[in-house]
């Protein structure tokens, strides 16, 4: 709990800084990153950003697959591909597309 606690400091010292800090994984499945979670810190013009991806037809709507990350000229959308629908959402929060959050704080 301790290494949280000063994770969690740390974190809010970057922000006071100016600095803003995301979540960064290309492949997220069943809530988890499969690879190693990154952080990156967001260049000027970028966003936070989270993308998820949802079979059209299921019948919970179960996400599919999420990626995170920090992204130039990022747009807000919700774009629909055949059987897919794919949700970006774009934020300038530090951490803001963390995918245990139930939704981004937008621009």
Do not use: H, W
């Not at 606690?5 to 600095?19: E, I, M, T």
């Not at 499945?29 to 952080?39: F, V």
């Not at 990156?40 to 919970?60: A, D, M, P, R, Y």
């Amino acid at each position: 709990m301790d290494k949280l606690l000063l994770f969690d400091l740390s974190l809010l010292c970057l922000s006071v800084a100016g600095v803003i800090q995301c979540k960064q994984c290309l492949f997220y499945k069943d809530g988890k990153c499969e690879e190693a979670e990154q952080m990156c810190t967001l260049k000027e013009g970028e966003s936070c950003v989270i993308q998820t991806i949802f079979f059209l037809f299921s019948k919970e709507r179960k996400y599919e697959q999420i990626q995170t990350g920090c992204e130039p000229n990022c747009k807000n959308s919700e774009d629909i591909f055949e059987k897919l629908v794919i949700i970006t959402s774009c934020g300038k929060m530090d951490i803001c597309n963390d995918p245990s959050f139930s939704q981004i704080v937008s621009e």
